[in-house]
């Protein structure tokens, strides 16, 4: 990685540049700065509002939606109704064992508890909708109304430097009729996390395009996101030692 000095433009060598604190020190006029990492633009594409999303915007970016596909294709739908019609079958079979003496009546019960949970797994795929919602600092995601088996999760702005979608590599793999895609969020060290998962094309870049769109005017100072404009003291003493080491070497 090259640095250059932005007092005397001087590059500075590896030895002078601290990556953990993102800081460097100049060995030409002994200036100590901050690095600021150039922010990547990942891929964009502008695309109109699905028709079933709906989004409202005042100083929180509110975005909510059902799951896009089609609940005949949706495989986490099936596989909870699979489960669910096998458990109950199971549970009328133990409930006659039961009632002939043969099984204790706690194994009924059993297989009834999880057919329950396969149905109410159901309806959280139904008929709960997919919440966002993004105040320029936080962004939190949620399923809503009924109380689903996924958290609510949330997300620092002050690590992000971008929103993009991407299609699934299980997408990519199966070849699905229907491409699936994701929302990522990039973060400032290069990594990324997932901001929603399992949408059409046209959901997954609205999405991304608008907390992207949002972002800018919202979130704090860009020296506060991808730089550090004024070094704590503890970066200070940490540099001001590197500085005696030049001089007496």
């Not at 002939?100 to 949970?117: K, N």
């Given at each position: ?34 690095i600021e990492l150039p922010r990547k633009k990942p891929k964009r594409r502008k695309v109109q509002k699905p028709a079933h ?197």
């Amino acid at each position: 990685m090259r640095v250059a000095c932005p007092q005397c433009l001087e590059q500075v060598s590896a030895e002078n540049i601290n990556m953990q604190r993102m800081m460097a020190l100049c060995a030409h006029c002994s200036s100590l700065f901050a690095i600021e990492l150039p922010r990547k633009k990942p891929k964009r594409r502008k695309v109109q509002k699905p028709a079933h999303l709906s989004v409202s915007e005042d100083d929180t970016l509110r975005i909510n939606f059902r799951t896009n596909f089609r609940l005949d294709k949706n495989e986490s739908f099936l596989n909870s109704a699979a489960l669910s019609g096998v458990f109950s079958l199971i549970s009328v079979l133990m409930a006659g064992l039961f009632l002939e003496g043969e099984v204790p009546l706690f194994l009924p019960l059993l297989f009834v508890v999880f057919s329950l949970t396969g149905f109410y797994s159901l309806a959280t795929i139904a008929f709960n909708k997919t919440h966002i919602s993004f105040d320029g600092r936080n962004l939190c995601r949620s399923r809503r109304p009924l109380p689903a088996f996924t958290a609510r999760q949330e997300l620092a702005l002050a690590a992000v430097t971008a929103f993009y979608a991407e299609e699934s590599s299980v997408s990519q793999e199966k070849q699905y009729d229907t491409a699936r895609f994701h929302v990522w969020a990039e973060l400032q060290d290069g990594s990324r996390r997932l901001v929603v998962a399992d949408l059409t094309e046209a959901y997954a870049w609205y999405i991304a395009s608008r907390l992207d769109q949002f972002m800018p005017e919202n979130a704090p100072a860009e020296g506060s996101r991808l730089a550090i404009e004024s070094p704590s003291e503890e970066m200070t003493v940490c540099c001001e030692s590197e500085r005696s080491d030049q001089i007496s070497a």
